[in-house]
């Protein structure tokens, strides 16, 4: 089965639900996946958490989705220059999740190698540590952090092939990669599309391993007679 869908839409084209964790990866304004998170916008879905560097600014990127009221909470390490979700933040009608940026970069990567859970010691003595378990290692004190995977990660590759192999370019590659890994289905919007070959295997940050086709397909099929009275 093909990894290439024509449109943003068709390739999230019932994967969608309420009340999901989706990753959008970028940073600041580069490497956010535009078309896919306006594709989000459209199928209407709600009440969903999502995991990003940060809000974007007002009428790009997440903060579209904001816009829509299709935000239930967010994970974030700074709002970034979106005045839509600093207002629903004051109003109390979203939820955030401060995150320090380096915490939330290996949040995610935790959970894209399968680590449940980690100790840092940023954070330890803020309002950051609130709620959260304290460990003592050598004489040092340590807050435990929790992994994250989402249900849908979104990202933004600057070449892929048809295989699903990624190369992103500069500053976009600091949360996509990560993301990419650490989600049940990965969707990448990419810039140049080429066939397989055409990426030095040398040059790809995220194998096509990660970026399946969506279509779920059955090895072997058993049935059983129909019961009739």
């Not at 989402?150 to 990669?177: C, M, Q, Y």
Request: one cysteine or more; glycine letters at 10%; aromatic letters at 6%.
């Amino acid at each position: 089965m093909s990894k290439v869908y024509p449109t943003a839409a068709a390739a999230l084209d019932g994967l969608l639900k309420d009340g999901q964790m989706i990753m959008s990866g970028g940073f600041g304004l580069s490497g956010i996946p535009g078309e896919l998170i306006t594709a989000v916008r459209d199928f209407g879905v709600k009440d969903l958490i999502t995991v990003s560097n940060n809000a974007a600014i007002d009428g790009v990127g997440l903060s579209i989705l904001l816009e829509s009221r299709q935000i239930k909470k967010m994970i974030i390490s700074y709002v970034g220059e979106s005045n839509v979700c600093a207002d629903q933040y004051m109003k109390g009608e979203i939820e955030i999740d401060f995150t320090p940026q380096g915490t939330l970069a290996e949040r995610i990567r935790a959970g894209g190698a399968g680590i449940p859970a980690f100790f840092t010691k940023t954070g330890v003595g803020t309002l950051v540590a609130e709620g959260k378990e304290e460990r003592v290692f050598n004489d040092e004190t340590y807050l435990m952090e929790a992994g994250l995977v989402a249900d849908i990660s979104l990202v933004h590759a600057w070449k892929g092939d048809t295989e699903g192999n990624l190369v992103f370019r500069k500053s976009a590659r600091n949360f996509n990669p990560v993301m990419a890994t650490a989600a049940k289905i990965t969707i990448a919007q990419v810039e140049h599309l080429v066939q397989p070959g055409d990426i030095d295997p040398d040059h790809i940050h995220t194998p096509g391993i990660y970026v399946p086709d969506h279509v779920k397909l059955i090895e072997k099929r058993t049935t059983r007679p129909r019961l009739v009275n």
